[in-house]
């Protein structure tokens, strides 16, 4: 890393001329929080919570507006980290086969079409970073492209096995073969919409905010029920937990710059441009100093998994790493937490022209479960949340939370919207919690 931008990026400096405020910039669409959210109150806790002068309030549903599944949904007023919330959710029944959305003024949440073919639901959550847009944008966007996607791919959903060819027609003799030797399912086709609804509105999201000339990114984490099965897409920090009366099933895996170091030190080394010059791929056990030049340290490169070498320190390696830091600290080019989202087209290092978007992927990760032959039980339930939960709690904390609240509520139908709030207000009091 060059002296230059290192000074400019972590050292203090003489105090110069103040900076012209930026000129406002339209927005892609109106700031507003999830529709479902419309008539709800800021909860104000029990009397505890209400005397501490550091607690926010929390907002839920209101008490009448059931969500799909009596699903829960709870959120954190904002930290005034920023100047709005920067986080979204969305939930709505979807029903794939024609294009249309009913009138939004009369939703209580999103209804994807009238005719039904295929029917399940959809749940989504979005963690902001940068700004409240790409959030938003994925909030508005996400289930159109998903519901495009699955329509795409309907008619091979209903066939058993799926069709090679839509239209029934055998071109090759071998075609039905290919389907049962690469033990094709219909799963498989919903697993591929998902991923392609993420990359269609990370596009979208790219064009919307170059346009209005805005910033920003988020992570989605997004549940389909859909034909018996339920499916996890995740994309960033964010987490989805199955909670039982015996176990904790993880529902998604994290992406950040550490767990994806291999994928990302490998993009690097392919194209070395990417760098500019300024960062070096390796890993070191620490920032290197001029004092160890010359000096044989440990080190890791994108062909290394657990194990680790040592090398002969150059000066090239006194760059600053292209990963830096440990867990909840480590960062892409000392900048971004999370390797997989949507969003950050125009997000580049501090005072560079490097930008961090060839490094970050849009593709979610797809966890299935088969909930007839789970053979769920009422008390049964997944919880999803943003990082803000899973910094405080951890999964085994989270289940046993759940595990101690529902069999005592059974007979209250809004009882996951109990809990969710209670999570919050916990959460509203921890001084960690963002």
Request: net charge neutral; glycine share 8%.
């Amino acid at each position: 890393m060059s002296a230059g931008w290192f000074r400019r990026r972590f050292l203090p400096g003489p105090p110069g001329p103040a900076p012209r405020p930026p000129k406002p910039r339209a927005s892609p669409v109106p700031y507003r929080r999830p529709r479902f959210l419309r008539g709800s109150a800021s909860s104000p806790g029990p009397a505890d919570t209400a005397r501490r002068p550091d607690a926010r309030p929390v907002r839920s549903p209101a008490r009448g507006r059931a969500l799909p599944w009596n699903a829960g949904y709870a959120e954190i007023i904002n930290a005034e980290k920023s100047e709005f919330n920067e986080d979204q959710a969305a939930c709505g029944k979807l029903c794939i086969r024609k294009c249309g959305f009913g009138a939004e003024d009369d939703q209580e949440w999103l209804t994807l079409n009238s005719e039904e073919f295929l029917t399940g639901h959809y749940w989504a959550l979005f963690d902001g970073h940068g700004g409240p847009a790409a959030a938003i944008l994925a909030a508005n966007t996400l289930h159109s492209c998903l519901r495009r996607q699955l329509e795409a791919v309907a008619d091979g959903m209903a066939a058993t096995p799926p069709l090679m060819h839509l239209s029934g027609c055998c071109v090759c003799p071998s075609d039905p073969q290919f389907v049962e030797e690469k033990g094709i399912r219909a799963e498989d086709l919903v697993i591929g919409a998902l991923e392609s609804a993420f990359q269609e509105c990370d596009e979208v999201i790219g064009r919307e905010l170059e346009a209005s000339g805005q910033v920003g990114g988020c992570t989605a984490l997004v549940a389909v029920s859909l034909q018996g099965k339920l499916y996890m897409a995740n994309a960033g920090d964010s987490r989805a937990i199955l909670v039982r009366r015996d176990e904790v099933l993880p529902l998604s895996t994290e992406f950040t710059p550490e767990t994806e170091r291999q994928r990302i030190q490998q993009l690097a080394f392919v194209y070395p441009e990417l760098l500019a010059d300024e960062f070096t791929r390796l890993e070191f056990p620490r920032r290197l100093k001029g004092d160890d030049l010359g000096q044989k340290v440990l080190f890791r490169d994108h062909h290394m998994s657990g194990c680790r070498s040592y090398k002969c320190v150059e000066k090239s390696d006194l760059k600053y790493p292209l990963i830096h830091g440990q867990g909840r600290q480590a960062r892409l080019m000392g900048t971004l937490a999370v390797s997989r989202g949507l969003g950050d087209h125009q997000l580049r290092v501090l005072d560079t022209s490097i930008r961090l978007k060839p490094f970050l992927l849009s593709v979610p990760q797809v966890i299935v479960l088969d909930m007839d032959q789970l053979q769920l039980q009422d008390d049964d339930v997944v919880v999803m949340a943003t990082d803000g939960l899973w910094d405080v709690l951890s999964n085994e904390q989270v289940g046993k939370l759940v595990r101690g609240f529902l069999p005592g509520n059974r007979e209250d139908p809004h009882r996951c919207a109990v809990l969710a709030v209670e999570f919050s207000r916990g959460l509203a009091l921890h001084p960690c919690c963002s």
